[in-house]
């Protein structure tokens, strides 16, 4: 709901206690957006429902509660329709007063809340030493929009980094780099073991061709969990040469996460076990320890358990995502966390999420959300792979989408007899590149799968992040056409409005707040970019129809500052899905 709706709604509230008596305070007025101009902006349908109870025909109720409706500064009469809806239509002069209204927010009308609250995002979260893949792309890109949004909002947040570091695997990891780099155990200096992937798969050959090297692993891992000192050298060693190659990721996409990986929360592990079994939700099945769960059953119909303790003592993911979720509660105070992970995972998080609720561990004010997303397929509607069949590196996406730009701008430039500077192309082509790749993750519908497609997400037609931009570009364009300093112009440009292009443009203008608002309880980012790309069409047909530069005056100043209003709402809105806006492109 916007800010107008809910100052329509309170006066709805006052109209009906007035016409109808103090019972009637709190009676929902259902006041809904129209479905169709025509009937107007917003139409009330609290008549129909009250006709049972008053014993009275909706459209004589109607007429009462019109009576009683104080909103003559905000709504044109309004008309009572078909068998008794209320129709609205904003004054022309209201919808003035609040462009220019927002027109001196920084914020353009979006609200801080009022009372902010800790919120964790837990997301993007690769393991160590393996591959950092197109699921976690997808949960770095949704999980940072989501993040950017609260945080617009004034919630605290905490970008929570969940990474995989720590395991079995580290056992046949360490093993491995005992026998190829002996060096690396001894010395301080970190040491450059290339690439950690091939690391891994020449490691797992390793350990699948030999017993006795497998043994040795084990070993490791008893090692690693005793904390002994060169074991835990040669973890900290791998994960440090990890973490390097997850940060070139982070910087390319301008993504901020705080590490706290699942070796943090070690030491909690024997208390979540020990309070489980304190509940009395403990159950020990063939010697792993686990909890029997409602709903959940194997294929055969009999109930499936979460396991939190495994028969050899080792904890399990889902121990480690429940000790997280009480320090996340305890110690960082969140009171709500979201988890950004493929759909695959939905099981693991319902389970956990019942398990801690069995407990008695989360609060009433705590809210816990699993957002899920669909898979990431190749143009063949198959698993995203290389042609050669490998997974792709992230690395070599991201870059393959910069290179992408960088020779499509390289051939228009020279097209159009247009030099640029090295500089210029190099950030230019960065920028589209990057936001393409995010831009087209955010604006699917995230519990879709999603088709990885260059040719779609670098066009310049459609809802794509090369189109959002060149909207962004046209806006400065006429700033620079008509020698106007859109900052000087700023904020206090008398708007009037009289064409329809203006009407609807000024109206989907003020809709930014309720957009993020939704986005916020929501989680679902595609709404955010069907609401920018909606604007920029609603701006081009107010601009094919209205003369800017070359109308009288008062009409141009209204007009620029329309344009103005565009330009900054595209620019607030790319920026929080981490896209930045370019002035020329
Ligand atoms: N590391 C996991 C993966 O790669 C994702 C972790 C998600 N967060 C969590 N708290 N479980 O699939």
């Given at each position: 709901?916007?800010?107008?709706?809910?100052?329509?709604?309170?006066?709805?509230?006052?109209?009906?206690?007035?016409?109808?008596?103090?019972?009637?305070?709190?009676?929902?007025?259902?006041?809904?957006?129209?479905?169709?101009?025509?009937?107007?902006?917003?139409?009330?349908?609290?008549?129909?429902?009250?006709?049972?109870?008053?014993?009275?025909?909706?459209?004589?109720?109607?007429?009462?509660?019109?009576?009683?409706?104080?909103?003559?500064?905000?709504?044109?009469?309004?008309?009572?329709?078909?068998?008794?809806?209320?129709?609205?239509?904003?004054?022309?002069?209201?919808?003035?007063?609040?462009?220019?209204?927002?027109?001196?927010?920084?914020?353009?009308?979006?609200?801080?809340?009022?009372?902010?609250?800790?919120?964790?995002?837990?997301?993007?979260?690769?393991?160590?030493?393996?591959?950092?893949?197109?699921?976690?792309?997808?949960?770095?890109?949704?999980?940072?929009?989501?993040?950017?949004?609260?945080?617009?909002?004034?919630?605290?947040?905490?970008?929570?980094?969940?990474?995989?570091?720590?395991?079995?695997?580290?056992?046949?990891?360490?093993?491995?780099?005992?026998?190829?780099?002996?060096?690396?155990?001894?010395?301080?200096?970190?040491?450059?073991?290339?690439?950690?992937?091939?690391?891994?798969?020449?490691?797992?050959?390793?350990?699948?061709?030999?017993?006795?090297?497998?043994?040795?692993?084990?070993?490791?891992?008893?090692?690693?969990?005793?904390?002994?000192?060169?074991?835990?050298?040669?973890?900290?060693?791998?994960?440090?040469?990890?973490?390097?190659?997850?940060q070139v990721i982070y910087d390319l996409l301008d993504v901020?996460?705080?590490?706290?990986?699942?070796?943090?929360?070690?030491?909690?592990?024997?208390?979540?076990?020990?309070?489980?079994?304190?509940?009395?939700?403990?159950v020990e099945n063939q010697g792993a320890k686990c909890v029997?769960?409602?709903?959940?059953?194997?294929?055969?119909?009999?109930?499936?358990?979460?396991?939190?303790?495994?028969?050899?003592?080792?904890?399990?993911?889902?121990?480690?995502?429940?000790?997280?979720?009480?320090?996340?509660?305890?110690?960082?105070?969140?009171?709500?966390?979201?988890?950004?992970?493929?759909?695959?995972?939905?099981?693991?998080?319902?389970?956990?999420?019942?398990?801690?609720?069995?407990?008695?561990?989360?609060?009433?004010?705590?809210?816990?959300?699993?957002?899920?997303?669909?898979?990431?397929?190749?143009?063949?509607?198959?698993?995203?792979?290389?042609?050669?069949?490998?997974?792709?590196?992230?690395?070599?996406?991201?870059?393959?989408?910069?290179?992408?730009?960088?020779?499509?701008?390289?051939?228009?430039?020279?097209?159009?007899?247009?030099?640029?500077?090295?500089?210029?192309?190099?950030?230019?082509?960065?920028?589209?590149?990057?936001?393409?790749?995010?831009?087209?993750?955010?604006?699917?519908?995230?519990?879709?799968?999603?088709?990885?497609?260059?040719?779609?997400?670098?066009?310049?037609?459609?809802?794509?992040?090369?189109?959002?931009?060149?909207?962004?570009?046209?806006?400065?364009?006429?700033?620079?056409?008509?020698?106007?300093?859109?900052?000087?112009?700023?904020?206090?440009?008398?708007?009037?409005?009289?064409?329809?292009?203006?009407?609807?443009?000024?109206?989907?203008?003020?809709?930014?707040?309720?957009?993020?608002?939704?986005?916020?309880?929501?989680?679902?980012?595609?709404?955010?970019?069907?609401?920018?790309?909606?604007?920029?069409?609603?701006?081009?047909?107010?601009?094919?129809?209205?003369?800017?530069?070359?109308?009288?005056?008062?009409?141009?100043?209204?007009?620029?500052?329309?344009?103005?209003?565009?330009?900054?709402?595209?620019?607030?809105?790319?920026?929080?899905?981490?896209?930045?806006?370019?002035?020329?492109?």
């Amino acid at each position: 709901m916007n800010a107008t709706q809910e100052q329509l709604k309170v006066k709805f509230e006052q109209a009906l206690v007035a016409a109808f008596g103090a019972e009637y305070a709190g009676v929902d007025p259902i006041l809904v957006a129209a479905s169709n101009p025509k009937f107007g902006d917003y139409q009330a349908n609290v008549a129909l429902s009250l006709s049972k109870r008053l014993g009275k025909q909706p459209r004589a109720i109607a007429a009462t509660i019109v009576e009683e409706l104080d909103i003559a500064a905000i709504c044109e009469p309004p008309e009572i329709a078909g068998p008794g809806f209320i129709n609205l239509k904003l004054k022309t002069a209201y919808l003035e007063a609040q462009l220019q209204a927002i027109q001196r927010d920084p914020r353009l009308g979006v609200p801080t809340v009022k009372d902010p609250q800790r919120e964790v995002v837990d997301f993007s979260s690769p393991n160590i030493a393996k591959e950092m893949h197109v699921g976690h792309l997808r949960s770095t890109i949704i999980g940072d929009c989501i993040a950017r949004i609260l945080e617009f909002r004034g919630h605290h947040v905490l970008r929570l980094n969940h990474v995989g570091d720590w395991g079995t695997q580290f056992g046949m990891l360490i093993a491995y780099l005992r026998e190829v780099y002996p060096q690396a155990l001894t010395t301080a200096n970190a040491l450059d073991i290339g690439d950690l992937v091939s690391f891994y798969r020449q490691a797992k050959q390793r350990f699948d061709a030999d017993e006795a090297f497998q043994e040795t692993a084990r070993q490791e891992v008893v090692k690693l969990q005793a904390g002994a000192e060169d074991t835990i050298h040669a973890w900290k060693l791998l994960c440090q040469q990890s973490r390097l190659e997850f940060q070139v990721i982070y910087d390319l996409l301008d993504v901020k996460l705080i590490e706290r990986g699942e070796s943090f929360y070690n030491s909690l592990l024997p208390g979540v076990v020990e309070d489980l079994d304190k509940s009395g939700l403990l159950v020990e099945n063939q010697g792993a320890k686990c909890v029997f769960l409602e709903g959940f059953t194997n294929r055969e119909g009999e109930p499936l358990p979460l396991i939190v303790q495994k028969s050899d003592g080792g904890f399990n993911y889902a121990a480690t995502d429940l000790a997280a979720l009480r320090y996340r509660i305890h110690q960082d105070e969140a009171k709500r966390i979201i988890y950004v992970t493929d759909a695959g995972q939905a099981n693991h998080f319902a389970q956990f999420f019942q398990v801690a609720r069995k407990a008695g561990w989360i609060p009433d004010d705590v809210e816990l959300v699993h957002v899920p997303f669909g898979l990431v397929l190749g143009e063949d509607g198959k698993k995203f792979k290389t042609r050669s069949g490998d997974t792709v590196r992230l690395r070599d996406l991201l870059d393959e989408a910069v290179n992408r730009v960088r020779a499509d701008l390289e051939n228009r430039l020279q097209e159009y007899g247009r030099t640029e500077t090295e500089e210029f192309i190099a950030h230019a082509a960065e920028v589209i590149g990057i936001s393409a790749v995010k831009y087209a993750d955010l604006s699917q519908n995230r519990t879709s799968n999603y088709v990885f497609s260059y040719d779609k997400m670098l066009s310049l037609k459609g809802n794509t992040a090369p189109y959002m931009l060149y909207a962004y570009v046209r806006t400065q364009g006429i700033s620079r056409e008509g020698n106007i300093d859109f900052e000087q112009l700023g904020t206090e440009a008398k708007i009037l409005l009289a064409e329809d292009t203006e009407l609807t443009l000024a109206k989907h203008l003020l809709q930014l707040s309720e957009v993020v608002s939704e986005v916020e309880k929501d989680l679902l980012p595609n709404r955010l970019c069907e609401y920018l790309y909606s604007l920029s069409d609603k701006f081009n047909k107010f601009y094919e129809n209205c003369p800017v530069l070359q109308s009288e005056e008062p009409v141009r100043t209204s007009r620029l500052g329309l344009c103005n209003l565009t330009a900054r709402t595209l620019k607030l809105g790319l920026s929080l899905m981490g896209i930045s806006v370019l002035e020329r492109m």
